[in-house]
């Protein structure tokens, strides 16, 4: 009984603490959006980054003028806004993490964040434009990020104080980032 008792609590509390993940190369393959109301607690961006419910992003630079063109705040009675350029800097915290769009024009990851202040409404963010463009700061390493950290890899190398097997793998690693 006892055995059975435990079993039973295990698979109930894997089942409870089990994330739903999704990445960028599977999202290739969504066929259903916005109204099939799918949601995520992980997504893996085109950067390698993993991105969570509840972790902090930061809001980085607009990519237009004055205003964010991939991040929009408001609500159902308001409708959705374009981010203003006083939000530079600003962090938001990762509510949730859902596919927008539709079939004839694509789906994408929307990540819906905490507004700036308590009573402030949510942003919601198109997650791979925003990164891309600057609007959201990667949690992952930029292309030149990359390259300066394989430089100095190389430089200890020269110096002795690293393996040229651990300067391989790292190579191999940051060569995706470098690459894109």
């Excluded at 981010?83 to 990762?94: A, F, P, R, W, Y």
């Amino acid at each position: 009984m006892k055995t059975k008792l435990l079993g039973l609590s295990l698979l109930v509390s894997s089942i409870a603490f089990s994330q739903k993940t999704i990445t960028s190369e599977e999202m290739k393959t969504i066929s259903k959006g916005a109204f099939e109301n799918i949601t995520y607690d992980i997504y893996v961006a085109k950067d390698g980054h993993s991105y969570k419910v509840g972790d902090t992003i930061k809001i980085g630079k607009p990519s237009s003028n004055k205003t964010f063109a991939y991040i929009s705040s408001g609500g159902a009675l308001t409708g959705l806004q374009p981010l203003g350029v006083s939000s530079s800097g600003d962090n938001t915290i990762i509510r949730k993490i859902g596919v927008g769009g539709l079939k004839k024009s694509g789906f994408k990851i929307i990540v819906t964040g905490k507004g700036s202040c308590g009573i402030c409404p949510n942003n919601q963010i198109d997650f791979e434009e925003a990164i891309s463009s600057g609007e959201i700061q990667s949690l992952g390493m930029t292309r030149e990020q990359a390259i300066a950290k394989l430089k100095e890899a190389k430089d200890l190398v020269d110096l002795g104080m690293m393996s040229k097997e651990d300067f391989e793998k790292l190579k191999s690693e940051l060569t995706v980032l470098i690459m894109k």
